[in-house]
């Protein structure tokens, strides 16, 4: 079974930053692309990030220019950086890699914009 290692959730107000990770100790990090997605209560599932093997990065456009995903292959790791976080941005967040026909989640990471 993969298993997957999410954190850097929390409570934050509006301004505030936090960096959440993935790391995946049992896969082939460099093979995979690392999308990550958020819930929030009474909405669908949103991807909000993907980063490819070759690093090309793309994001939603209700977070472009204040997220940013970025990996780390020596460490198996994911990360996503979330600048001027948002009311709106109050989810539980996923890391979803992909290899192939292939793809795995975590249980999540708890996300909460309040002031």
């Known amino acids: 079974q993969v298993e997957l290692v999410e954190s850097g959730g929390g409570e934050v107000q509006p301004g505030g930053s936090l960096r959440l990770s993935c790391t995946t100790p049992?896969?082939?990090?460099?093979?995979?692309?690392v999308h990550w997605y958020r819930q929030a209560p009474g909405k669908e599932r949103e991807r909000v990030a993907l980063i490819e093997t070759t690093g090309d990065t793309s994001y939603a456009d209700s977070v472009q220019g204040r997220f940013t995903i970025s990996r780390d292959n020596a460490k198996r790791t994911a990360y996503l950086q979330m600048d001027n976080l948002k009311p709106e941005d109050t989810a539980v967040y996923y890391c979803n890699p992909h290899f192939r026909d292939s793809d795995w989640w975590g249980e999540g990471t708890q996300v909460t914009v309040s002031s």
């Open positions: 049992r896969i082939t990090f460099m093979l995979v692309s």
